[in-house]
């Protein structure tokens, strides 16, 4: 399956990010680019670039739950994301391997309006697909 995907980053889920960015700027990451609002997913982040894998730090908007599953569950480390030329066809692919869509093709701010999905597997962190940036 990882054939036809590019590893992206590890999304993080904080309940505020201020409270949690600078363990990681002391763990030798930088702020990657601006923070970012996405009112269709109802979160708020940020991309970190440095010692390690790209992360993308995230926390709910005012009045949104998007992240309170896996907060209230004390699982920050919730997604792995990998680009993608073909979005339908990983999205498939990921099915056929016994993956469910939880959130079909939306068009992502963080990614400059191309589509992302969301699927899930049985004891996995979720798996963000995003069209290709190419």
Not at 6 to 34: M, Q, R, S, V
Not at 78 to 102: D, P, R
Request: glycine share 6%; aromatic share 12%.
């Amino acid at each position: 399956m990882l054939e036809n995907l590019t590893f992206h980053h590890l999304g993080y889920a904080t309940n505020k990010i201020e409270d949690e960015i600078e363990y990681f700027f002391k763990l030798g990451y930088e702020l990657e680019g601006n923070f970012f609002e996405d009112k269709l997913q109802g979160i708020r982040g940020c991309f970190l670039v440095g010692n390690g894998p790209r992360l993308e730090l995230l926390e709910n908007l005012s009045n949104s739950k998007t992240l309170d599953p896996w907060l209230e569950s004390k699982i920050k480390m919730y997604h792995i994301a990998y680009t993608t030329k073909n979005l339908n066809f990983s999205i498939n692919l990921a099915k056929e391997n016994k993956g469910k869509l939880i959130v079909p093709p939306t068009t992502s701010i963080a990614f400059k309006g191309n589509q992302i999905a969301f699927v899930s597997f049985r004891n996995a962190p979720l798996l963000e697909l995003i069209e290709s940036l190419d």
